[in-house]
């Protein structure tokens, strides 16, 4: 089995592609080993001493580590720790945990926004969580309130030093110009 890697803009967050489907659908994020604990691949990459975060996309894994860590001594753990569970047949989520909602938190905007949130969702899902998952991560809707669009930012995203860019001059600009109403987008 070979993994390539790949740099994201998060210089903390390494991509791995196993070459294979690791989570169809919705991706997870695991902030730590509690909230890893229904995944077996997750669980195996916070036993790496310096991992702090696990994101898993629909074909990658996405691993964060301490910042003082370097990427030298930790990424030949996680190559393994990776390549292990593939080898191994184990399911990437235990059983029942794929069936587990992921957690969205409560979504909040007005009902006479609506129409203008599907439409938000709508460019999100076809514009922006592609190329977000491409540099091993995703963003989420959160809420809309007064032209404010609301977002959530996982994986490489989380903490990434570009993010506020990304934001601002990619996804706040696509929204304003196909969305009237939409004046701002933030991050929480």
């Not at 803009?9 to 196993?18: D, E, I, R």
């Not at 696990?54 to 964060?64: A, I, R, W």
């Not at 203008?116 to 989420?140: F, N, Q, S, Y």
Request: glycine content about 10%; hydrophobic content about 40%; overall charge negative.
């Amino acid at each position: 089995m070979f993994i390539q890697t790949e740099a994201t803009p998060n210089p903390a967050t390494l991509k791995f592609l196993p070459g294979r489907d690791v989570l169809p659908g919705e991706p997870r994020d695991f902030r730590d080993a509690d909230m890893a604990r229904n995944s077996p691949l997750a669980s195996a990459l916070f036993s790496v001493d310096g991992v702090s975060g696990v994101f898993l996309g629909s074909d990658f894994v996405s691993v964060t580590k301490d910042e003082p860590i370097d990427w030298a001594h930790i990424k030949p753990a996680i190559l393994g720790a990776v390549m292990e569970h593939f080898m191994s047949g184990k399911p990437i989520l235990a059983e029942g945990a794929a069936s587990e909602p992921v957690d969205t938190g409560d979504e909040f905007f007005e009902d006479d926004d609506a129409e203008t949130v599907e439409v938000i969702k709508e460019l999100l899902a076809t514009r922006v969580r592609p190329a977000v998952a491409m540099d091993g991560g995703d963003i989420t809707f959160k809420g809309y309130k007064e032209g404010t669009v609301f977002l959530h930012m996982q994986g490489a995203c989380s903490g990434c030093p570009s993010s506020t860019a990304t934001l601002k001059s990619g996804i706040e600009n696509l929204l304003r110009h196909f969305v009237p109403g939409v004046e701002q987008v933030q991050q929480i």
